[in-house]
């Protein structure tokens, strides 16, 4: 039982982190339903982040989101890691379940949500990604495990690539296979779902350098890139009558699960996604 000052304690540790705009989201919805808990951003830098979990646990915090760079590295300090987020090598959200520290990585099901809300059909369908990082990792293991059947992972270093193609292939149902990206490159005719998952667009109006005039027809066509609602990949996606998901309802999806493991509550997700348009208007 808390006393009446006594506060519940969540936040998202990284390196950088100044940036991370969850604080937004997640304080706005703790807030609206009168939830006594505050979310802190925190900066851990690398070295640093045993010592941040065992602080975790000695401040007795609720839950905790894990950026870049520790979301590989945090999973040795964990009691419990769930399926995909073994699968992924990655944790970015962290709760208690029995007394038990649990890792989980809602970014590629905050991703999956977002298609499902759309009624987007992923059995037996074809998917590209552009990007073999964190983000695409993510989102190949949710489509693979929603019933995607082949993920062609499309990226410059064909070593990055390899490795998400090899866990597509091995730890998943779906089939993966990797096209060099060089130059102006053309998306293969059979894709349904083209996902950029690189970084493309975060800080400049650029985007992905592919074909977008040779695009499929019914090409369903998303972002990661969680500031903007529309991407310039985005609007070349629009001008050709294409269907298209933005990122930032990806990251609210993803902070609508913490939430929920964090409250046990259902997110108010209304009052998650105004906080975040708002910000992004006035910033
Ligand atoms: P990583 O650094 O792990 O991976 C980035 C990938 O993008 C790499 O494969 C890299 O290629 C590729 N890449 C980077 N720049 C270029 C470029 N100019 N041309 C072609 N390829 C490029 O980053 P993350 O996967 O963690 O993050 C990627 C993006 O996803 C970020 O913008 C992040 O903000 C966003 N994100 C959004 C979330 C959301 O909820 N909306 C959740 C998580 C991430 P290479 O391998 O060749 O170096």
Same mark, same amino acid.
């Given at each position: 039982?808390?006393?009446?000052?006594?506060?519940?304690?969540?936040?998202?540790?990284?390196?950088?982190?100044?940036?991370?705009?969850?604080?937004?989201?997640?304080?706005?919805?703790?807030?609206? @339903?009168?939830?006594?808990?505050?979310?802190?951003?925190?900066?851990?830098?690398?070295?640093?982040?045993?010592?941040?979990?065992?602080?975790?646990?000695?401040?007795?915090?609720?839950?905790?989101?894990?950026?870049?760079?520790?979301?590989?590295?945090?999973?040795?300090?964990?009691?419990?890691?769930?399926?995909?987020?073994?699968?992924?090598?990655?944790?970015?959200?962290?709760?208690?379940?029995?007394?038990?520290?649990?890792?989980?990585?809602?970014?590629?099901?905050?991703?999956?949500?977002?298609?499902?809300?759309?009624?987007?059909?992923?059995?037996?369908?074809?998917?590209?990604?552009?990007?073999?990082?964190?983000?695409?990792?993510?989102?190949?293991?949710?489509?693979?495990?929603?019933?995607?059947?082949?993920?062609?992972?499309?990226?410059?270093?064909?070593?990055?690539?390899?490795?998400?193609?090899?866990?597509?292939?091995?730890?998943?149902?779906?089939?993966?296979?990797?096209?060099?990206?060089?130059?102006?490159?053309?998306?293969?005719?059979?894709?349904?779902?083209?996902?950029?998952?690189?970084?493309?667009?975060?800080?400049?109006?650029?985007?992905?350098?592919?074909?977008?005039?040779?695009?499929?027809?019914?090409?369903?066509?998303?972002?990661?890139?969680?500031?903007?609602?529309?991407?310039?990949?985005?609007?070349?996606?629009?001008?050709?009558?294409?269907?298209?998901?933005?990122?930032?309802?990806?990251?609210?999806?993803?902070?609508?699960?913490?939430? @929920?493991?964090?409250?046990?509550?259902?997110?108010?997700?209304?009052?998650?996604?105004?906080?975040?348009?708002?910000?992004?208007?006035?910033?």
């Amino acid at each position: 039982m808390r006393g009446k000052y006594q506060r519940q304690l969540v936040g998202v540790l990284g390196d950088p982190v100044d940036d991370n705009p969850t604080v937004v989201m997640e304080q706005a919805a703790f807030d609206s @339903e009168q939830i006594p808990m505050d979310y802190l951003t925190i900066q851990v830098k690398c070295g640093d982040l045993e010592a941040a979990m065992k602080g975790l646990r000695a401040m007795n915090f609720t839950g905790i989101n894990i950026t870049m760079p520790h979301k590989g590295e945090v999973l040795q300090y964990l009691d419990e890691i769930s399926e995909s987020a073994q699968i992924m090598g990655a944790v970015n959200t962290i709760y208690w379940k029995d007394g038990k520290l649990v890792g989980e990585n809602t970014d590629g099901k905050g991703f999956l949500k977002s298609l499902k809300d759309g009624n987007v059909v992923m059995e037996g369908k074809n998917v590209v990604i552009l990007g073999a990082g964190g983000a695409a990792r993510a989102i190949a293991v949710e489509l693979a495990g929603a019933g995607i059947r082949n993920i062609m992972v499309i990226n410059k270093n064909s070593d990055h690539a390899q490795l998400l193609v090899d866990i597509i292939n091995k730890k998943t149902p779906a089939a993966g296979s990797f096209m060099p990206w060089e130059g102006c490159v053309r998306i293969p005719k059979d894709t349904d779902i083209l996902v950029n998952a690189t970084p493309i667009g975060f800080l400049d109006d650029e985007k992905p350098d592919i074909q977008y005039k040779e695009l499929p027809k019914n090409l369903v066509v998303c972002d990661v890139i969680p500031n903007k609602l529309k991407t310039s990949f985005l609007q070349e996606a629009e001008k050709y009558k294409l269907k298209t998901f933005n990122g930032m309802e990806m990251l609210i999806n993803q902070g609508a699960l913490a939430y @929920e493991l964090w409250t046990g509550r259902k997110a108010p997700v209304e009052v998650m996604k105004q906080a975040m348009r708002k910000e992004y208007r006035e910033s």
